[in-house]
């Protein structure tokens, strides 16, 4: 977990160590699974070494796991990264996973910082891709341009690719921001350049802030009387995960200002009562939210939203206003329904657009 610095807190880990130390009978092989900062394995090793006399191999294993997918993704990873003390202990791990790759996905077995190291880089690459897209996005919005356009345009050279090109309300959740936080920690304590990743962050934490602004430009700064339905509470979909979540910014700034928020998840309710407690009314339904609504604010793609009954969505709003942060609707025809719709990195469309 993150230290108040954003710096990474192991003294879970540690302790950890510090019983396995205690606890061995003979020669064993530890393996660090958590997202750590390059030099753990090292101390890992020393806690450990402080408890016993028995040899012992500390390899970084990092995982891939995506939230909502992590079980097919550990049967099926894309890859297994494995960072090493000994070739003892790179033989006996690669025979643990060869089960699992068995349709030629790479084992790849490295040094221990290297495999540190390619954890942190890895997320922090996707953020990076992330706050690329949605800072193009901005500049989409200020010349007319439209930025899924953009994006078909760039993604489909293969050097780059399709994948985290999607523009949006910014990254949440437990990893990327985490993650991100902690390696512009460790680069600034040894010295490295850490400014891309810093401009990542600041892009991030602005974007978070995008409905909001819509929404305040759209009704002004004093939203007392106003109604927001909000679809859409956790970070992303398929998991009820709203730590760092962009509805959260959205939710905050409209209560602060005055308004009130209905909001719809298909899984976060729970987790969102525990954040919100009764400032918010939760809703059984999408559609139950929309009723008397001045504005429709979208920061989940969750599958029920992609394709809604946009008939049944206008006659319950009391303006039909839709503030999309996903990008799920066709701006065109959102205009001829007769919606005032505004998305990212696209033009806004309908009467008061």
């Known amino acids: 977990p ?24 003979g020669e064993k092989i530890v393996i660090t699974k958590s997202t750590v900062p390059v030099g753990t394995a090292a101390k890992v090793r020393a806690a450990i070494e402080a408890r016993t006399e028995h040899p012992v191999h500390v390899c970084s294993n990092p995982e891939f796991l995506k939230e909502g997918a ?3 993704d550990f049967m099926k990873p894309d890859r297994v990264v494995l960072g090493v003390d000994s070739a003892y202990a790179g033989e006996v791990l690669r025979d643990l996973y060869s089960p699992f790759v068995r349709t030629g996905n790479e084992i790849l077995i490295m040094d221990i910082a290297s495999a540190e190291i ?8 996707l953020a990076t891709r992330i706050s690329f897209m949605n800072a193009i996005a901005g500049l989409c919005e200020r010349t007319g341009a439209d930025v899924n356009m953009v994006r078909h345009g760039i993604g489909s050279d293969r050097r780059i690719g399709p994948a985290f090109l999607f523009p949006g309300v910014g990254y949440g959740g437990s990893c990327f921001p985490k993650d991100v936080k ?7 304590e040894l010295g490295a350049d850490a400014s891309i990743l810093e401009a990542v962050e600041a892009v991030n934490e602005r974007q978070k802030g995008l409905l ?6 759209r009704f002004g700064e004093d939203l007392s009387g106003r109604r927001f339905a909000v ?6 979909p398929n998991t009820d995960d ?5 509805s959260l910014v959205t939710i905050e700034g409209v209560l602060e200002r005055g308004g009130t928020v209905v909001a719809h998840d298909p899984v976060a309710m729970d987790e969102a009562r525990r954040r919100l407690g009764d400032r918010v009314t939760y809703v059984e339904t999408n559609y139950d939210a929309l009723t008397g609504a001045d504005g429709l604010v979208i920061h989940t793609e969750w599958h029920p939203y992609r394709r809604p009954d946009f008939e049944r969505m206008k006659a319950a709003l009391a303006t039909p206003a839709v503030f999309d ?3 799920l609707y066709d701006p065109d025809r959102m205009e001829a329904m007769g919606f005032e719709y505004y998305s990212v990195g696209r033009r806004a469309v309908g009467p008061r657009a």
């Open 2 to 25: 993150p230290d108040e610095d954003g710096s990474a807190d192991l003294k879970h880990v540690l302790a950890v160590a510090d019983t396995i130390g205690q606890a061995m009978n």
């Open 231 to 236: 679809w859409g509470l956790a970070f992303k």
């Open 242 to 246: 709203m730590r760092e979540a962009p």
């Open 212 to 217: 909001l602004r819509q929404i305040v430009a």
């Open 118 to 125: 390619t954890k942190y880089a890895a997320n922090a690459m």
């Open 182 to 188: 902690a390696l512009v920690r460790t680069m600034n």
């Open 70 to 72: 992590a079980v097919e």
């Open 325 to 327: 942060g996903r990008n």
